[in-house]
């Protein structure tokens, strides 16, 4: 028997066996390739594990295919921690594409008594790129802005429509007020300010969705700067597709049944990783049963049930640990409100709170969202209402719940018999 191979990727910036939906994002992203002066930048954004980084990957080529240079990198926060950093981060990637281009310059020079005029040609790699930045007057983002300028000046012949500079993780940035470093307002500032000047130079930036906030709270002009794409969970048949087609395209003769793919997609809530995650399981449960019997028929529906358990202590536990007792009271009160895998206020959540023993006031119910933004259980968006920042973080804390009950009543059970008994 060939070896079959688990076609399925689950795991961060994993490039999936087939990428599905997202044909809406990939036609918006061209509009944004064709414009001429760039007017808007952006913001790819959504939950833990939605897909941003492998769609951000998924437009390098188109890029380069559109004749756009594209540079950039993961960002992290030692990346942000002042403007030279930043700034030093941008040259560096912006040296990847520059260093093969060669200018030259005629400079005077004395020798003896006879002054010449010689051929200087300087590589534009990170040494110079950097020299050019310690040696320009003025503030880090000046001399930014002076780098970027020398750089399209030398490249705005050769045929290139521009440069993307594409930034993942970017929510890591923030401004440091207290040390008086604003790394994020230099990065929306110099960008501002050369797609003035008519440089093609367009900024997308790929993080979660405290990302845009944030931007719009360093520079209010952030707003319109930028395009936002949310990226979704997958609709029902992208989901499908998600499960079926890399099945497909491994050609081998396994196969999930229609009940297991509707399964699938319901308790993944056509979430990306989720996918990945109960179809590699999946696979592989059948995989093992394969070397046991040459027609492994599995019971879907405890499969993955299984699987959730699995997920639960994988993804979730983790997160849920780090919580405290108090936190995950108002974490469930919020689980069991109607809207909680949506939006809530936090009205809805003070009123829902009032059954409990111990209640929980409007201004300490602000205060315990603003750890759990903090702690990335939680966000706020951009109309003051708060959404899980988890996928499926609802559904988990209800199958807690459901799960902790049924363990209570068989203590309850096993307490009466043994009462009983005696
Ligand atoms: N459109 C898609 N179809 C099928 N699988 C996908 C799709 N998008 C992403 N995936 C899979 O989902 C998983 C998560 O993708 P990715 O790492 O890009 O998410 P992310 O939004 O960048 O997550 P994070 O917020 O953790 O950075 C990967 O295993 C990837 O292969
Ligand atoms: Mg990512």
Redesign the pocket.
């Known amino acids: 028997m060939s070896t079959i191979s688990n076609p399925?990727?689950?795991?961060?910036?994993?490039?999936?066996?087939?990428?599905?939906?997202?044909f809406q994002e990939i036609e918006g992203f061209k509009k944004l390739l064709n414009q001429e002066v760039i007017v808007d930048n952006l913001v790819l954004t959504?939950?833990?594990?939605?897909?941003?980084?492998?769609?951000?990957?998924e437009f390098r080529p188109l890029s380069i295919e559109a004749g756009w240079l594209w540079v950039g990198t993961e960002l992290s926060e030692s990346t942000c921690v002042s403007e030279d950093t930043i700034a030093l981060r941008l040259i560096t990637d912006l040296a990847v594409v520059t260093s093969g281009i060669i200018i030259s310059s005629e400079v005077q020079k004395t020798f003896g008594f006879s002054r010449v005029e010689k051929r200087i040609e300087t590589q534009l790699d990170y040494y110079t790129l950097k020299s050019v930045y310690e040696e320009l007057p003025g503030l880090s983002s000046d001399k930014l802005k002076g780098v970027l300028e020398l750089v399209w000046s030398c490249i705005q012949n050769k045929g290139y429509r521009g440069i993307i500079f594409a930034y993942?993780?970017a929510q890591t940035m923030s401004d440091q007020a207290q040390k008086e470093q604003y790394p994020l307002s230099l990065l929306l500032e110099v960008f501002q300010s050369i797609q003035r000047k008519n440089i093609p130079f367009m900024l997308i930036l790929?993080?979660?969705p405290t990302l845009f906030p944030k931007l719009v709270e360093a520079r209010t002009f952030a707003e319109r700067m930028f395009s936002v794409m949310f990226?979704d969970r997958?609709g029902k048949k992208?989901s499908r597709?998600?499960i079926v087609e890399?099945v497909k395209k491994s050609h081998c003769l396994v196969k999930f049944s229609t009940n297991a793919i509707d399964e699938i997609v319901k308790s993944s809530g056509g979430?990306?990783?989720?996918?990945?995650?109960i179809c590699k399981e999946a696979f592989d449960m059948y995989l093992q049963e394969l070397k046991i019997t040459q027609d492994p028929q599995i019971d879907y529906r405890k499969a993955v049930e299984e699987i959730t358990r699995k997920l639960d202590n994988d993804f979730f536990a983790g997160r849920w640990a780090r919580a405290t007792d108090r936190q995950r009271e108002l974490l469930h009160v919020i689980a069991n409100l109607n809207t909680s895998d949506e939006e809530f206020s936090v009205q809805e959540v003070v009123e829902a709170a009032r059954k409990l023993k111990k209640p929980f006031s409007s201004s300490h119910v602000n205060q315990m969202l603003n750890t759990l933004t903090l702690m990335g259980l939680v966000y706020k968006n951009r109309h003051g209402r708060y959404s899980f920042a988890v996928p499926l973080l609802g559904e988990y804390i209800r199958r807690q719940e459901r799960e902790s009950m049924k363990r209570k009543g068989q203590m309850e059970l096993f307490t009466r018999d043994d009462f009983n008994r005696q």
């Open positions: 399925f990727r689950p795991g961060a910036g994993h490039r999936p066996p087939y990428l599905a939906g997202r959504g939950l833990r594990g939605v897909g941003k980084t492998v769609l951000l990957d993942d993780e790929t993080g979660l990226l997958l992208d597709d998600a890399p979430y990306p990783y989720f996918i990945q995650y």
